[in-house]
C-alpha cells in the first residue's frame, strides 16, 4: 500500500542539539513537502524538493536544512534547535501535473524542544 | 501569493444536521481549490479538489463543496453529519502553474449526538 511513513512519531530535544525528521514514501511521487503545525494554525511549508539530489526553500525555511537523497527519502535538518520550533511536522508528497496539488501526508512527528 | 481564510474557527452541530465550512481565498488566476480534514492526531487526508467544469464537486463520505469566483469562495457542505466527521478541516488553494500550496488555519467541527 503506497503511504508516507515519518520517523521518529515524537521526539524530545535540547536546545541547541541537532535533530533529523525522516521521511519516507512509496507513492513513487516527484514532489515532496515539510510542513509544520502549530496548535490552532494551519500548515506552513519550509521547504520542498521536486527531484532527488536538489531541494527548495518554502516559506519559513530560517533554521531549517532539507536533504531529498532519493525520490523516496526527504530528511528535514534543525542544526541548532530552539524553544520555538516545538511543533508538529507533516511530510507529503504530490505527483506532477493535474494531480500535484494533491497531498499525501504522513502521520506527523510531535518534536517538543526544552 | 494565495491566501485562505476560514473564518470559523469552531462549528458545533448535532448529529444529523447540515453543515457548511466556510473558505475564502484571494488569488486573481487560475487555481485549484482543495479540502483536507484532519483527525485528531492524524495527518490530513484529502477530501476533494476543483480547478474547472461544474462548480459543485463531491467528495468522499458525502461530502460536497461549491466554487464561486463572484465570492472567492469554495465552501464545504454535508447534508446529514456523523459523528465520526469530527475533525479539523483545512482549505488549501494553489496556483496552477506551481506546487507550492497554502493552507488555511482550520474549522474544528464538532459534531454532538
Known amino acids: 500500500e503506497a503511504a508516507v511513513t515519518q520517523s521518529p512519531r515524537s521526539k524530545v530535544a535540547v536546545t541547541g542539539g541537532k535533530v533529523t525528521l525522516s521521511c519516507h514514501q512509496t507513492n513513487n511521487h516527484d514532489y515532496m513537502y515539510w510542513y509544520r503545525q502549530d496548535t490552532g494554525h494551519g500548515l506552513r511549508l519550509i521547504h520542498y524538493s521536486y527531484v532527488a539530489d536538489s531541494t527548495e526553500k518554502g516559506d519559513i525555511p530560517d533554521g531549517y536544512k532539507a536533504s531529498r537523497p532519493s525520490q523516496e527519502n526527504f530528511s528535514l535538518i534543525l542544526e541548532l534547535a530552539s524553544l520555538s520550533q516545538t511543533a508538529v511536522y507533516f511530510c507529503?508528497?504530490?505527483?506532477?501535473?493535474?494531480?500535484?496539488?494533491?497531498?499525501?501526508f504522513g502521520a506527523g512527528t510531535r518534536l517538543s524542544v526544552l | 501569493t494565495q491566501t485562505v481564510s476560514q473564518s470559523d474557527a469552531h462549528v458545533t452541530v448535532f448529529e444529523g444536521d447540515s453543515v457548511e465550512l466556510r473558505c475564502n481565498y484571494s488569488?486573481?488566476?487560475?487555481?485549484?481549490l482543495s479540502w483536507y480534514i484532519q483527525h485528531h492526531g492524524r495527518g490530513l487526508q484529502f477530501l476533494l479538489k476543483?480547478?474547472?467544469?461544474?462548480?459543485v464537486v463531491q467528495g468522499v463520505n458525502g461530502f460536497e463543496a461549491e466554487f464561486s469566483k463572484s465570492d472567492s469562495s469554495f465552501h464545504l457542505r454535508k447534508a446529514s453529519v456523523h459523528w465520526s466527521d469530527s475533525a479539523v478541516y483545512f482549505c488549501?488553494?494553489?496556483?496552477?502553474?506551481?506546487?507550492?500550496?497554502?493552507f488555511g488555519d482550520g474549522t474544528q467541527l464538532v459534531v454532538k449526538p
Open positions: 507529503a508528497s504530490s505527483d506532477r501535473g493535474s494531480s500535484q496539488n494533491t497531498l499525501y
Open positions: 488549501a488553494v494553489s496556483a496552477n502553474n506551481n506546487n507550492r500550496i497554502f
Open positions: 488569488y486573481g488566476g487560475s487555481i485549484y
Open positions: 476543483y480547478y474547472s467544469g461544474n462548480p
